[in-house]
């Protein structure tokens, strides 16, 4: 029975599977993919950032009113925080100094804090320590300006205290011989920087001693030796007065507020005083000569060239700044490119263009190693004719331009800094749109206005050359270069202590 079992089975089995499958052949294997070689953690250097998009230029809005009898009332609102700046801005300048008088002007408007209304230095000191505040005073050629910055709570008592100083100075004859002691010891200082000196001379150069912009706002210690309390009260009641004065408050001010104030403490003010003339227009001369000042073992030489410029306002005023800005005008111009970064010669170079309410300077100056006085002064003039031979590229004047037009806003990052504004705008008699008019101009300018205008003040020619460093140096590397006749100018001596 067993074997009958088995047998059956063995033809249950085949009846099942009559054939043997065939094996199904394996699927071919894909082509393994290499791995992907690691990642170079520095792989971002290879291109640079791209720039984000700039903010919106937003300008200042200057308003104005005037009282009647006379007084500017200049006003920026900027309501962020509960600050107020507030000053006094008074028409004349250094322009103003007497001949032979030079510093008049910046010891006169010094003195109106050395004591007002009764109240000597010490104890108005105090009255403005009292509201948390420090006033200043800046003087410029074309003008000058007191000012402080309060919280607005105290805005009231600080213009209370402005008044008292702009209005009753004490004009003591103690103050001022402290006052005068202080400004002889400040320029007796400053005769020993090269800079300064070559200020003086260069002013000299350009204007010559007669004309108003001749000499340094803070005069020389010759000239302020000779300076009087009667000269100083001469100055000020010639110079300071309703009509050539403004009330400028910027910051959490409104101009109906201001104009509140102004009547409140300057609404009775009464004075003969007026707005000085504008300088005459200095003539731009061939030039004849090389002044250098000696300053024997000096390891640099303070180079500055230049001739005079533009008043504001003049059609030429923003391609000029453009092609001083490509001449010298930034870290990338064509100057200090090549004194610093193609030569060495120096730490940089710059130019600028100031226009004044006069014909200002036009000027370009750098100081470089002694041992390459001569090679350096080459390679101003070698820029100069450049100007013409290389015209201004597209690229150089969309840097130049965006480089202006983008600086604009930092002069209002503060409410000083609107308050300094606001008082440029009375010095140099200008509309209240100025900053508009200045980006309009400059993004208007064409690259043919600048070129011209490039190549009609930045000509060789006319630039006056002011050397201040060793006279070996000087005569050796100098002399060759075929400039004009080398003329010394020694330093002005320090008056001699009675």
């Known amino acids: 029975m067993r074997r009958l079992f088995l047998a059956l089975s063995v033809l249950a089995l085949a009846a ?6 065939e094996p199904v052949p394996e699927a071919p294997k894909p082509p393994e993919t290499p791995a992907p070689p690691p990642e170079d ?39 962020e925080l ?10 004349a300048g250094g322009s103003q100094d007497p001949k032979g008088k030079w510093g008049l002007a910046d010891v006169s408007y010094k003195m109106l804090l050395e004591g007002a209304a009764g109240k000597d230095t010490t104890a108005l000191d105090q009255a ?30 600080a213009l209370a205290l402005l008044s008292d100083v702009t209005r009753k100075p004490n004009l003591a004859q103690k103050d001022f011989d402290r006052r005068k002691k202080l400004q002889l010891a400040e320029l007796v200082r400053a005769m020993g920087s090269p800079g300064f000196l070559a200020q003086q001379a260069y002013l000299d150069a350009v204007f010559g001693p007669e004309h108003p912009y001749g000499h340094p706002v803070s005069g020389l210690p010759a000239t302020v030796d000779t300076l009087t309390l009667q000269d100083v009260k001469a100055f000020y009641g010639k110079s300071v007065g309703p009509k050539a004065a403004a009330l400028v408050m910027t910051g959490d001010i409104t101009l109906e507020e201001a104009v509140g104030l102004a009547k409140k403490y300057f609404g009775d003010w009464k ?10 227009t200095p003539a731009a001369t061939p030039r004849q000569q090389v002044v250098f000042v000696p300053k024997p073992g000096l390891d640099q030489t303070m180079i500055v060239v230049g001739r005079p410029g ?33 030569k060495g010669y120096s730490y940089g170079a710059g130019a600028s263009a100031d226009a004044r309410l006069g014909v200002g300077p036009l000027t370009a100056s750098s100081a470089v190693r002694k041992d390459v006085t001569g090679p350096a002064l080459g390679e101003f003039f070698g820029e100069m004719k450049g100007i013409q031979e290389r015209p201004i590229t597209e690229k150089e004047l969309a840097a130049a331009r965006e480089g202006l037009i983008r ?23 200008r509309p209240m749109d100025e900053y508009a008019r200045t980006v309009e101009g400059l993004e208007k300018a064409t690259p043919a206005e600048v070129q011209r205008v490039a190549e009609a003040y930045l000509g060789p020619a006319a630039m ?3 050397l201040v460093g060793d006279p070996a140096v000087i005569q050796e590397q100098v002399g060759p270069l075929n400039l004009g006749k080398l003329v010394a100018k020694e330093p002005v001596a320090p008056p001699s202590k009675k």
């Open 464 to 466: 006056q050359v002011v």
């Open 271 to 280: 004075s003969n005083a007026q707005p000085p003339p504008v300088p005459p």
């Open 16 to 21: 099942g599977c009559k054939t043997a499958p």
């Open 41 to 79: 953690p520095n792989a971002f250097r290879q291109q640079p950032p791209k720039p984000g998009e700039p903010p919106e230029l937003v300008l200042p809005k200057f308003e104005q009113a005037r009282l009647d009898n006379g007084l500017t009332v200049l006003v920026s609102t900027r309501k």
């Open 128 to 157: 403005f320590q009292d509201l948390g505040v420090s006033p200043s005073v800046s003087v410029s050629p074309d003008g000058a300006f007191v000012g402080a910055r309060v919280l607005k709570r105290h805005a009231d008592a």
């Open 310 to 342: 533009i008043a504001v306002g003049h059609p030429d005023e923003y391609a000029l700044d453009l092609a001083t800005t490509v001449f010298g005008g930034f870290f990338g111009s064509r100057l200090n490119m090549n004194l610093r970064e193609d």
């Open 407 to 429: 600086a604009i806003p930092g002069e209002f990052e503060s409410v000083e800094g609107l308050g300094s504004s606001a008082a440029s705008l009375f010095f140099l008699r």
């Open 82 to 91: 509960p600050l107020v700046y507030t000053g006094v801005a008074f028409a």
